[in-house]
């Protein structure tokens, strides 16, 4: 690799968010400059991107943070509790703005309105709802999804707002006929993000089933979609002239063109959990976080393939026309045109009419604060009317680039990223608002350490290299041997064979390759593979507790169905004749049926406990899928 692609990407630094665990996290959407963290000590931290200092602590939660979002001019933050509950908070004037409840469940998305003080909120418990901030009410209830809400966005024209979930669906909602106009089934895992062009009709959707969907907002079909990636998308990005789109990986980023779908450019980013991506001039900002830590990383889009010019091939350039050769709709940011054609008026699918729901009354006694209303025509235009210029507009300054690190050096982290104590961070006084690039503070340095010392460390790294080569080798024999099995005999030879080897890595490789091929499953793998689900849930491993979340779903999607029945009524055994078949599968039935109820329990406590389960198991909503044997 050479040196110029070598720094197209770097971390600019990590530091220590929250004194507990970090759930959320927002980079502001106009230059990614701005960071709003939250987590479950109840605060939301706002920072300056490169600095170590918090610009300001905001407190007076009741419960953990489960999400955060700033408004269009970047003056509000929207803070989504553990609770149900929304915090409004005015930045300019150090205050709150408004609490508003009226979700019965946790909050897992937000986004205001591009022209309004409107906010959208999707949560735990499936509703979408609209809210109006300055009345401090609910506008509207939509229902439709069956599982929690992970994104929802409202249109660059203001006009529709797009709700994806963990059912796998995508609903696009029509604000001024109050219904949904589309409905998107495509993906095959939960639905993590999902972005509008900032110009074309076009929808990008990112899923945990490894793939970036392309969806019209015209003929509303699916237009393209990437080839599966080696892990789960994270989040997606379009670039601000919607030539190309970024995909954030659990250790990488892909950069993708649609019409056909190439693959522009992919780097290897250990970034990890990568939350939310925003364009900084010609760089990308990418946030993460990993338990109390946050880590903020750079990538140099001039040295990516698309934008170099230098390494794309003849055929890239040939499958990927400029903007302005695409024949598709673009959103109007103007005052509407009377000859033009407003957007709901676009081909719509036959009714697919899942009407939304008033807010009853009962919705906002939560917490007394938010009773919901009846807006009359006239007030619900003026809500959603497109304006020509935005209000509170600040004015736009310019920063420099953020600089790679000088000789490779590694990244400062602030402090340090193991578990240091903490304290609630300082507020800075805002004398410049302007947010100079990163520049690490000066290191003393050490006394160099005697030769022997150096020999022991030494020792030591090469001892703990001999160990993990060991643990690698040992996982890829056994998926040599289950790959050898697989092609010539059953894939259920093959997922047994991954059990009884004892290595849990190896059985979540096989989980994964068998979770993609839904159709090869039997109620055989079912029985083998409950018992180590039970070891997966329990594991400090994210990627372990995934793959259980998955596997389990698959399992009673699938199976779910059949052991209720069987469950409900047994084989006589005063029959004269006996039917083996069916006997044989009770007692299938009657074991998975056991291990699912133990499972079920061991759910429900990891769901309530602190640790990386908990919230895993609430994202996926895995409680509620055991309904299916109810």
Same mark, same amino acid.
């Given at each position: 690799?050479?040196?110029?692609?070598?720094?197209?990407?770097?971390?600019?630094?990590?530091?220590?968010?929250?004194?507990?665990?970090?759930?959320?996290?927002?980079?502001?959407?106009?230059?990614?400059?701005? !960071?709003?963290?939250?987590?479950?000590?109840?605060?939301?931290? +706002?920072? =300056?991107?490169?600095?170590?200092?918090?610009?300001?602590?905001?407190?007076?939660?009741?419960?953990?943070?489960?999400?955060?979002? @700033?408004?269009?001019?970047?003056?509000?933050?929207?803070?989504?509790?553990?609770?149900?509950?929304?915090?409004? @908070?005015?930045?300019?004037?150090?205050?709150?703005?408004?609490?508003?409840?009226?979700?019965?469940?946790?909050?897992?998305?937000?986004? *205001?309105?591009?022209?309004?003080?409107?906010?959208?909120?999707?949560?735990?418990?499936?509703?979408?709802? !609209?809210?109006?901030?300055?009345?401090?009410?609910?506008?509207?209830?939509?229902?439709?999804?069956? %599982?929690?809400?992970?994104?929802?966005?409202?249109?660059?024209?203001?006009?529709?707002?797009?709700?994806?979930?963990?059912?796998?669906?995508?609903?696009?909602?029509?604000?001024?006929?109050?219904? =949904?106009?589309?409905?998107?089934?495509?993906?095959?895992?939960?639905?993590?993000?999902?972005?509008?062009?900032?110009?074309?009709?076009?929808?990008?959707?990112?899923?945990?089933?490894?793939?970036?969907?392309?969806?019209?907002?015209?003929?509303?079909?699916?237009?393209?979609?990437?080839?599966? %990636?080696?892990?789960?998308?994270?989040?997606?990005?379009?670039?601000?002239?919607?030539? $190309?789109?970024?995909?954030?990986?659990?250790?990488?980023?892909?950069?993708?063109?649609?019409?056909?779908?190439?693959?522009?450019? $992919?780097?290897?980013?250990?970034?990890?959990?990568?939350?939310?991506?925003?364009?900084?001039?010609?760089?990308?900002?990418?946030?993460? *976080?990993?338990?109390?830590?946050?880590?903020?990383?750079?990538?140099?889009?001039?040295?990516?393939?698309?934008?170099?010019?230098?390494?794309?091939?003849?055929? #890239?350039?040939?499958?990927?026309?400029?903007?302005?050769?695409?024949?598709?709709?673009?959103?109007?940011?103007?005052?509407?045109?009377?000859?033009?054609?407003?957007?709901?008026?676009?081909?719509?699918?036959?009714?697919?009419?899942?009407?939304?729901?008033?807010?009853?009354?009962?919705?906002?006694? #939560?917490?007394?604060? /938010?009773?919901?209303?009846?807006?009359? %025509?006239?007030?619900?235009?003026?809500? @959603?009317?497109?304006?020509?210029?935005?209000?509170?507009?600040?004015?736009?300054?310019?920063?420099?680039? @953020?600089?790679?690190?000088?000789?490779?050096?590694?990244?400062?982290?602030?402090?340090?990223?193991?578990?240091?104590?903490?304290?609630?961070?300082?507020?800075?006084?805002?004398?410049?608002?302007?947010?100079?690039?990163?520049?690490?503070?000066?290191?003393?340095?050490?006394?160099?350490?005697?030769?022997?010392?150096?020999?022991?460390?030494?020792?030591?790294?090469?001892?703990?290299?001999?160990?993990?080569?060991?643990?690698?080798?040992?996982?890829? /024999?056994?998926?040599?041997?289950?790959?050898?099995?697989?092609?010539?005999?059953?894939?259920?030879?093959?997922?047994?064979? $991954?059990?009884?080897?004892?290595?849990?890595?190896? +059985?979540?490789?096989?989980?994964?390759? &068998?979770?993609?091929?839904?159709?090869?499953?039997? &109620?055989?793998?079912?029985?083998?593979?409950?018992?180590?689900?039970?070891? !997966?849930?329990?594991?400090?491993?994210?990627?372990?507790?995934?793959?259980?979340?998955?596997?389990?779903? !698959?399992?009673?999607?699938?199976?779910?169905?059949?052991?209720?029945?069987?469950?409900?009524?047994?084989?006589?055994?005063?029959?004269?004749?006996?039917?083996?078949?069916?006997?044989?599968?009770?007692?299938?039935?009657?074991?998975?049926?056991?291990?699912?109820?133990?499972?079920?329990?061991?759910?429900?406590? &990891?769901?309530?406990?602190?640790?990386?389960?908990?919230?895993?198991?609430?994202?996926?909503?895995?409680?509620?899928?055991?309904?299916?044997?109810?």
């Amino acid at each position: 690799m050479s040196t110029s692609r070598a720094k197209s990407s770097w971390k600019l630094c990590e530091f220590v968010a929250h004194s507990s665990t970090v759930n959320c996290l927002a980079l502001s959407p106009s230059n990614g400059r701005t !960071l709003a963290t939250g987590g479950d000590d109840r605060r939301v931290n +706002l920072w =300056m991107v490169g600095q170590p200092n918090a610009l300001m602590s905001i407190s007076g939660i009741t419960s953990p943070v489960q999400s955060v979002t @700033f408004n269009n001019t970047e003056n509000w933050i929207g803070a989504g509790s553990k609770s149900g509950v929304i915090k409004v @908070f005015d930045l300019e004037e150090n205050k709150a703005v408004r609490s508003i409840s009226g979700h019965k469940a946790a909050i897992c998305s937000l986004d *205001f309105h591009r022209y309004g003080d409107i906010l959208a909120s999707g949560s735990m418990d499936t509703n979408l709802k !609209l809210w109006d901030v300055r009345r401090k009410g609910c506008i509207f209830t939509y229902k439709g999804h069956n %599982e929690v809400l992970n994104c929802v966005q409202f249109s660059p024209d203001g006009k529709w707002i797009v709700s994806a979930s963990s059912d796998c669906t995508i609903k696009v909602w029509d604000l001024s006929a109050g219904r =949904m106009i589309a409905d998107f089934k495509n993906h095959t895992g939960a639905i993590t993000s999902v972005r509008f062009h900032p110009k074309e009709f076009l929808l990008a959707s990112g899923s945990s089933d490894r793939t970036v969907k392309f969806w019209d907002l015209e003929s509303f079909r699916l237009v393209s979609e990437t080839a599966p %990636e080696a892990t789960g998308v994270k989040c997606i990005q379009y670039h601000p002239e919607g030539v $190309a789109i970024f995909s954030g990986g659990q250790d990488s980023l892909r950069v993708y063109g649609w019409e056909p779908v190439v693959t522009h450019d $992919a780097l290897p980013i250990s970034w990890g959990k990568v939350a939310d991506m925003a364009i900084s001039g010609e760089q990308l900002i990418g946030a993460s *976080f990993a338990q109390t830590n946050v880590s903020l990383w750079c990538i140099d889009q001039k040295k990516l393939k698309l934008f170099s010019g230098d390494s794309v091939s003849p055929t #890239e350039r040939e499958v990927s026309p400029p903007l302005s050769a695409s024949t598709r709709r673009l959103f109007e940011y103007q005052e509407e045109v009377a000859s033009e054609r407003h957007p709901t008026q676009a081909p719509q699918p036959k009714a697919q009419q899942s009407q939304p729901q008033r807010s009853t009354s009962e919705e906002g006694k #939560e917490g007394g604060d /938010s009773p919901p209303m009846e807006l009359r %025509e006239e007030e619900r235009k003026q809500i @959603f009317e497109k304006r020509l210029k935005l209000v509170r507009t600040p004015p736009k300054r310019t920063h420099d680039p @953020f600089q790679p690190p000088v000789d490779d050096k590694p990244p400062t982290v602030l402090p340090s990223a193991g578990r240091p104590s903490y304290q609630h961070p300082r507020v800075e006084p805002s004398e410049d608002p302007v947010i100079r690039a990163f520049i690490a503070p000066p290191v003393s340095q050490p006394s160099r350490p005697s030769q022997s010392k150096d020999s022991r460390v030494v020792g030591e790294i090469r001892t703990n290299h001999i160990d993990v080569c060991q643990i690698l080798k040992s996982r890829l /024999s056994v998926l040599k041997k289950a790959r050898s099995e697989w092609s010539v005999s059953d894939p259920k030879i093959a997922l047994d064979l $991954a059990i009884n080897s004892g290595n849990q890595a190896a +059985l979540v490789d096989v989980l994964n390759v &068998l979770y993609l091929k839904r159709t090869l499953w039997t &109620l055989d793998m079912a029985v083998a593979s409950l018992p180590d689900l039970r070891l !997966l849930f329990k594991s400090k491993y994210d990627a372990y507790i995934v793959c259980g979340c998955n596997v389990l779903k !698959l399992i009673l999607k699938s199976f779910g169905p059949v052991i209720k029945t069987n469950m409900a009524s047994p084989p006589s055994h005063g029959a004269q004749a006996v039917d083996i078949t069916r006997e044989e599968r009770y007692e299938k039935c009657h074991t998975c049926h056991s291990h699912l109820m133990s499972l079920r329990e061991d759910i429900w406590r &990891l769901q309530n406990a602190p640790g990386p389960a908990s919230k895993l198991i609430r994202e996926q909503a895995l409680v509620d899928v055991f309904s299916v044997l109810d």
